[in-house]
Each structure stands twice: as structure tokens, then as C-alpha cells.
């Protein structure tokens, strides 16, 4: 089964811990993950993203980063949010995108499921 993954919450919610190991898991299980998207203050996750790079470096899990949410919320700049500076101070397996990209991930998805507060 492939998941798409919405992460709603920041990084000290249980709800992103769960989002996490949940992905772990469903790997672990042989599932696919298309992608994982942080959209709210889950966009805080790429402030604290040790577990998710890590994950991203060993798994090849897409992380995108709401690029509207970041920006919102000033995880990003505004010379950051467009252009070659996008999402340079992104950690590590990372990427800034829309909610185009959300949408996309759903439709390569057999199940999408949101965590949130």
C-alpha cells in the first residue's frame, strides 16, 4: 500500500511523533510513503528535524515543506520562498513546495492520512 502523509502539527506534538512512526512502520511493513507534507505549524518540523532527516536520508522519503505555511509562519523568508534561494535554510532532506505537490502525492496514494492536534 502507498500513503501520503499530511503533517499538521509541530514537533513537540504527539501527533508529529506519531506521524513519524507511523512512516517508520509502514516501511518497516513494506508499505511505500509517497510523501510526507508539513502544512500548518507542522511546518515547524523542519525547525527541529533530526527523526524526519534522518528518515529522508535512509528512506528516500519525500519531506516537502509548505511554502505558504512556512512563510506564514516565518520558517522561511521572503527571498527564500521563490527563485534559487528556495528553501536554502531548510534542513536536510527538506524541500520547499505548494499544495499542488500535496495533491500529487494523494493521487499516487492509496490512503492519505493526516495528523493533526
Not at 506521524?19 to 511546518?43: C, K, Q, S
Not at 521572503?78 to 495533491?103: K, Q, V
Request: hydrophobic share 45%.
Amino acid at each position: 500500500m502507498k500513503f501520503a502523509i499530511q503533517v499538521n502539527a509541530g514537533p513537540d506534538s504527539p501527533a508529529s511523533l506519531s506521524a513519524l512512526r507511523f512512516v517508520e512502520a509502514a516501511l518497516r511493513a513494506g508499505h511505500e510513503v509517497a510523501r510526507v507534507f508539513f502544512y500548518h505549524d507542522g511546518v515547524y518540523c523542519a525547525s527541529a528535524p533530526d527523526d524526519w532527516s534522518r528518515l529522508a536520508l535512509e528512506k528516500r522519503i519525500d519531506l516537502v515543506v509548505c511554502v505558504s505555511a512556512a512563510y506564514r509562519r516565518a520558517v522561511i523568508h521572503t527571498d527564500e520562498a521563490d527563485g534559487p534561494l528556495a528553501g536554502r535554510s531548510l534542513p536536510e532532506g527538506f524541500r520547499l513546495g505548494g499544495l499542488g505537490m500535496w495533491m500529487d502525492a494523494c493521487l499516487q496514494a492509496d490512503r492519505f492520512i493526516a495528523f493533526d492536534d
